[in-house]
């Protein structure tokens, strides 16, 4: 092998690989520092990261003179009833859609919620803002937790896994008794336990990055999620990005202990099917 193709193939196995990590964890690395500093202005020379002296007081400042723990809260409470809720009526569609895909109507519906897939929010925004306005859920937990509920992708989800799933162990139960609830419950929902995980930790995250949709259906601070409570933060004249990314620092907490908790049947699910006997 010649010089040349040994520095390309070096650089493909090691340069590229090293310079995307470095491109992913820049932007983190660079909230951490300024998180510990009083910073009023943001400096792209990183020459200038420490040009302010680290301190806690950021953080102190957070979560003392701001509503960051009730926006905390409100973001656990509408992440996690989403989530929840969510993947009852996900796994439950999912598994009616697999199992009557060969009646033409249920595949007309299927269709139907393709298509809600592909259609941006920003369409269904202002009709959903009217219905909740009309049923007096704005400003109210259920106005945060019912309508993101309508996420397409998470039926598609679960139906997708049905695939690699045996159903012949359904049949066998049915045959032993079995209702079909009671197949699904038993049978269908533990085994696809790994796959309900990624769709788990996916609405979750959603959930609790949406922005646009708590901040038209709230009205007041202490119903503000962790995106919107962070908004506030910041002003067209004077903003402390110290405080503003300590913020950041805190709301990324509970994403990461999700993923480090369900790490192993987050990757199980995310592999599931891919070989085949």
């Known amino acids: 092998m010649s010089k040349a193709k040994k520095i390309l193939s070096g650089f493909i196995i090691y340069g590229i690989p090293i310079t995307v990590a470095i491109l992913t964890i820049a932007p983190f690395i660079y909230v951490v ?19 302010q002296p680290l301190t806690l007081s950021t953080y102190k400042f957070v979560i003392e003179k701001t509503g960051m723990l009730r926006w905390m809260l409100n973001s656990v409470l509408v992440a996690s009833g989403v989530t929840v809720i969510g993947l009852v009526l996900y796994s439950s569609a999912g598994y009616a859609f697999f199992r009557n895909r060969q009646n033409k109507v249920v595949s007309v519906l299927f269709g139907l919620v393709l298509i809600g897939i592909m259609i941006p929010k920003a369409v269904t925004m202002i009709p959903t803002f009217i219905m909740a306005r009309e049923l007096h859920l704005n400003n109210t937990y259920f106005g945060l937790i019912i309508p993101p509920l309508a996420i397409p992708v998470g039926i598609f989800l679960v139906r997708q896994a049905m695939f690699s799933f045996p159903l012949e162990l359904v049949d066998a139960a ?9 197949a699904y419950w038993r049978i269908v929902l533990p085994i696809l336990a790994p796959s309900l995980v990624v769709v788990a930790v996916y609405v979750f995250m959603e959930q609790w990055r949406e922005f646009i949709w708590p901040l038209i259906i709230t009205s007041t601070k202490e119903m503000n999620t962790i995106p919107v409570g962070l908004s506030t933060l910041t002003t067209e004249f004077r903003t402390d990005y110290g405080n503003f990314m300590a913020g950041v620092m805190i709301a990324m907490v509970p994403g990461i202990l999700m993923f480090l908790i369900f790490q192993r049947q987050f990757l199980k699910g995310m592999t599931a099917g891919a070989l085949k006997e």
């Open 33 to 51: 520092i300024i998180s510990f500093q009083h910073v009023i202005y943001l400096a792209g020379d990183p020459r200038l990261w420490f040009s």
């Open 174 to 182: 049915r045959i032993d008794g079995c209702s079909e609830f009671g």
